[in-house]
């Protein structure tokens, strides 16, 4: 069954903007008749919006929920909120195992950067104890003593 933009829209429960949206991005496969019109087949609607039904009434009247009582608008079918809740119980779980990821990496660089930390301070301490071991090998100005003139050397004076 193929249906226009509009009713692919009000079978959806969505905005005729939203559907033009998800064919804009490629999300929804659409065929275009010889006349130019657009249509969107009804398998590929539910693909995207499983709870899609044509035969959605046009009225604005409150529907119905499964126990009888009023369904404000924009509030989600059972249907729908079952696969939005699957939704958020798999984006939990990614959640909080990118978490516990995170947490044994943030472990993993600790522990990196007290091992570099132990071994920067054991080189420094190599390195001090060989400094301390080498002879001074630096070029020793040679003392000289004060010219003392003919007169004060015969004599023995300063």
Not at 103 to 123: F, G, I, M, N, V
């Amino acid at each position: 069954m193929s249906l226009s933009q509009n009713q692919a829209a009000k079978a959806a429960g969505v905005s005729r903007t939203q559907i033009a949206r998800l064919i804009k991005k490629g999300k929804i496969s659409v065929q275009k008749s010889g006349d130019g019109e657009t249509t969107i087949d009804l398998s590929e609607l539910r693909r995207i919006y499983p709870t899609a039904d044509p035969d959605r009434p046009r009225s604005s009247a409150p529907r119905v929920m499964n126990n009888g009582t009023p369904r404000a608008p924009g509030t989600p079918s059972t249907e729908h909120a079952a696969v939005l809740q699957e939704r958020v119980a798999a984006l939990l779980r990614d959640n909080d195992r990118l978490t516990r990821e995170l947490e044994r990496t943030r472990l993993d660089a600790a522990k990196r950067e007290e091992r570099a930390a132990t071994e920067t301070q054991r080189l420094l301490g190599l390195l001090e104890d060989t400094q301390r071991r080498l002879p001074d090998q630096r070029r020793q100005e040679p003392v000289t003593q004060e010219r003392r003139g003919l007169w004060a050397r015969m004599t023995g004076r300063a």
